[in-house]
C-alpha cells in the first residue's frame, strides 16, 4: 500500500519519520516540524493506512502490515535508513522496525506508545462501534485522551481541531488499524531491538501510561527511559518543547 505523506525540509538531508496516534493524520506532528528541518532533518510525516489521505486498507490490519507500509514509503522515496519517531501506533510500528528491519532504522523514539494493549475486546468494540456509527462516536472519547482535562477546558480551538482529525479519519481505516492493536504483542520482541531506542511517556496518558513506557524502555537493551509531566497521550503535541527537545537529542541534532 502506498501511503499519503508529507515532506519538510531539505531532501538531502537525514531522514526523520514521524509516525502517529491512530485517528490522527500527519498534523498531529505540526509542532515538531520546523525545529527538525531547520536544524536540516528530511521530515517525512506519513498518514497511516486508511488515515488521512492514505488509501483505505482492504481489510484489518496487522502492526506489521502498518510497519511494512512505513518501510513501502521508504523505498519510494528512496531512503536506506531513518530516525523513526512514532507516538503510540505509530511507536508500535516502530517496535516492529526495530526488531525486524533494524538495518533500515537510524534510531527510534517511541512516544506515549505500548508492546501490549488490551484487553483484545476493547479494540474489537470500538473497531465495531466505528463500523456502525462512524468515527464521530468515538472522537470527543479519543480526543479526552489525548489532552490533560486542563489542557482541554484551556484551548477549545485545539479540541475542535484534533475531533477534527478523528472524524476525517474513514471508519474502515480507523477499524483496520483497531485489528492491529487488538492482535499486538510485541513484548516477545523487545529484547532483539538493537537500535539505540528512547521511550517517552506522557505523566498523565490515560491510555498508554507510563508503566507501559517502562516495560518497553526495561525490555529493549540500553534504552532510556522518560516521563513528561503535564502530558496525556498526545504528549508530543501538549507539552510540544519538551517532547521536541528529547527527541532532537535522540537523532542527533
Ligand atoms: O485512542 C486510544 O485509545 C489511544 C491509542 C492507543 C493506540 C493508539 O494509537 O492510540
Not at 493524520?25 to 536544524?39: C, G, I, N, S, T
Amino acid at each position: 500500500m502506498s501511503l499519503h505523506y508529507v515532506e519538510d525540509g531539505p531532501s538531502d538531508g537525514v531522514p526523520v519519520v514521524l509516525s502517529g496516534s491512530i485517528g490522527s493524520d500527519h498534523r498531529m506532528w505540526d509542532p515538531q516540524v520546523k525545529p527538525l528541518a531547520e536544524r536540516g532533518f528530511r521530515v517525512i510525516r506519513p498518514d497511516h493506512p486508511g488515515h488521512g489521505k492514505s488509501p483505505v486498507p482492504p481489510g484489518p490490519c496487522s502492526v506489521a502490515d502498518v510497519a511494512e507500509s512505513l518501510l513501502g514509503l521508504f523505498d519510494e522515496l528512496g531512503v536506506a535508513k531513518a530516525h523513526l519517531v512514532g507516538l503510540s501506533l505509530g511507536g508500535m510500528a516502530g517496535m516492529w522496525l526495530g526488531a525486524h528491519r533494524p538495518d533500515r532504522i537510524a534510531s527510534l523514539t517511541l512516544c506515549c506508545t505500548s508492546a501490549k494493549l488490551g484487553p483484545p475486546e476493547r479494540w474489537a468494540e470500538r473497531a465495531a462501534t466505528v463500523l456502525a456509527e462512524g468515527t464521530g462516536a468515538i472522537a470527543d472519547a479519543a480526543v479526552g485522551r489525548w489532552l490533560t482535562p486542563s489542557c482541554a477546558a484551556e484551548n477549545p480551538g485545539t479540541v475542535a481541531a484534533l475531533r477534527a482529525m478523528v472524524v476525517g479519519t474513514s471508519a474502515a481505516g480507523y477499524a483496520a488499524c483497531c485489528a492491529a492493536i487488538e492482535h499486538m504483542d510485541l513484548v516477545g520482541d523487545l529484547p532483539r531491538i538493537g537500535v539505540p531506542t528512547l521511550v517517552i511517556s506522557g505523566a498523565e496518558d490515560p491510555a498508554t501510561p507510563p508503566e507501559h513506557g517502562e516495560l518497553i524502555a526495561d525490555g529493549i537493551p540500553g534504552a532510556r527511559f522518560e516521563i513528561v509531566e503535564g502530558a496525556a497521550h498526545l504528549g508530543s503535541y501538549e507539552q510540544h518543547e519538551r517532547f521536541t527537545a528529547l527527541i532532537l537529542d535522540r537523532v542527533g541534532a
